[in-house]
């Protein structure tokens, strides 16, 4: 070995726990003739998450880095991916890792484009092997152990992301533009991520196009777990501004479009995400009192299979929050119908809508007879019914029942208020929405949610159901009835009685 091959091996040895100096020292910055002559190095972000991910290597290089930056466009987030693959890669012996991106397309034409552009530059490239679906070590004894690969993500063959161990040495997932990456795919990565005295990095990164899913939890419910960065576009030297000015201006400082496209903030709801998270998020802290002559209603959704729960959801006018919510897994139908008569005297219901889809029928027989509050209706309803006057709460065309009850509780969440817990929120922003071609809303299907890797939404269709049908309260039931006795009384012959 030369005297040059050592000392680009003992320089990648003190770079293992410091990729700053690795991007700085390992690339022709400012040389004439290079790609690279009008560049000096990284960005101000750029350099500031390398930094950061060194001092955490050398302050415990055995504690697992997750790392979520969301950010604009054009701030340089494949050229920065590559240079953490690349020195993954060089600074640690049998390295082993996954890069994938949100589609194929994606990870074949920018990302891994962009690293077969750092990896001609980097003053190591001849120790490693590039292809177009892997870097490797140049050593054909090491190629199945050393290298870090390219894979499409896909949910019916997570086998990649779940065989991602590589004990006492290191291991790099990187997912670009992560919004878009199936919940079953993080959850299959989390279950890899758990080998000891390991040098574990999971960097995730990407537009906030999707308010919902794990990118954005990564920014919110799960933030305690993970490092995050927002990255604006107009801070970046590479952006063009003057593009970002038009879209300012056409679009409005605070819109979506700028908000996910310039600001790398998420948007106040996705493209097809029928309730709002700024919407639910209020709900969550909203004060309210509810009228004491307001109707108190319950819905029932019950649980078919699986991981889905059974819910009772109570509400009376505005407020959902000040009655607890009750939820049961694996529970049968005749004890589910004793506890939602249970639910019933003790709030004294007014009405209660069970979804009668399936086996709900059964709850909805047994409550039939048991004795309910006085004056209280029993309603059963069904998702797939037609929505009255096929159309929702403001005036839109609704395909069914299921989708009048969302969108009229996506109207009634813009002023009540629901308990202040992440699940529920879950369950009421998760659900995305369509159109059919007569131009109806037209609900996503519970099973297309969970290949998103998303989980049922019984909180939501619980509380959904409370929308069926308008109810008016006993104590105006009680208020008429005494005024038709009343006007009975004023007109009777005061001698027969009758």
């Not at 009655?323 to 694996?330: A, E, K, N, S």
């Amino acid at each position: 070995m030369t005297e040059d091959e050592l000392a680009l091996i003992d320089w990648l040895a003190e770079c293992t726990h410091d990729p700053y100096r690795f991007v700085m020292e390992g690339f022709p910055w400012a040389e004439k003739g290079t790609e690279l002559e009008r560049h000096e190095g990284p960005d101000v972000w750029q350099k500031e998450h390398l930094i950061e991910i060194g001092e955490r290597l050398r302050s415990n290089p055995h504690m697992p880095i997750q790392e979520a930056i969301a950010s604009g466009h054009g701030i340089g987030k494949s050229a920065d991916a590559s240079w953490i693959i690349l020195w993954a890669l060089s600074t640690f012996e049998m390295t082993r890792g996954v890069v994938t991106a949100n589609t194929e397309n994606q990870l074949r034409t920018k990302t891994w484009a962009e690293l077969a552009k750092w990896h001609r530059l980097f003053i190591g490239r001849h120790l490693f092997k590039f292809t177009a679906t892997a870097i490797f070590s140049v050593d054909p004894a090491l190629q199945k152990e050393w290298r870090i690969d390219a894979i499409p993500w896909s949910e019916n063959n997570t086998e990649a992301f779940a065989g991602l161990h590589n004990e006492g040495k290191r291991i790099l997932c990187l997912y670009d533009e992560a919004s878009a990456i199936p919940d079953v795919i993080w959850e299959v990565t989390e279950g890899a991520m758990t080998d000891s005295d390991t040098e574990i990095l999971w960097l995730v990164r990407g537009n906030p196009t999707r308010n919902t899913g794990r990118f954005k939890q990564c920014f919110g419910s799960q933030k305690h777990r993970w490092q995050t960065r927002q990255v604006d576009s107009r801070t970046v030297k590479v952006t063009n501004k003057e593009q970002i000015d038009k879209w300012i201006e056409d679009y409005g400082d605070d819109s979506d479009f700028v908000r996910v496209r310039v600001k790398g903030t998420f948007p106040r709801a996705g493209s097809m995400q029928l309730i709002a998270t700024d919407v639910v998020e209020a709900a969550r802290k909203r004060e309210v009192t509810a009228l004491q002559n307001e109707a108190v209603v319950l819905g029932v959704d019950v649980a078919r299979y699986g991981d889905d729960e059974s819910v009772i959801v109570p509400r009376q006018g505005r407020d959902a929050r000040s009655r607890p919510w009750r939820r049961f897994r694996g529970i049968d139908t005749m004890t589910l119908a004793s506890e939602v008569h249970a639910e019933a005297w003790k709030y004294r219901a007014d009405a209660i809508f069970v979804d009668g889809t399936g086996i709900g029928a059964g709850v909805v027989d047994r409550l039939e007879q048991l004795q309910l509050p006085p004056g209280c209706m029993l309603y059963e309803v069904h998702f797939g019914g037609k929505a009255l006057s096929g159309g929702g709460y403001e005036g839109r065309s609704c395909s069914n029942k299921g989708a009048a009850m969302w969108d009229g509780m996506g109207t009634w969440l813009t002023r009540g208020a629901i308990p202040d817990e992440q699940c529920i929120e879950d369950a009421l922003t998760g659900r995305e929405y369509g159109y059919n071609v007569h131009g109806e809303i037209v609900l996503e299907k519970k099973a297309d949610m969970k290949k998103r890797g998303l989980a049922s939404p019984d909180d939501g269709d619980g509380l959904a159901l409370t929308f069926a049908l308008p109810v008016a309260p006993k104590a105006t039931l009680a208020q008429e009835e005494g005024l038709r006795h009343r006007r009975e009384a004023a007109t009777r012959n005061q001698t027969t009685g009758y």
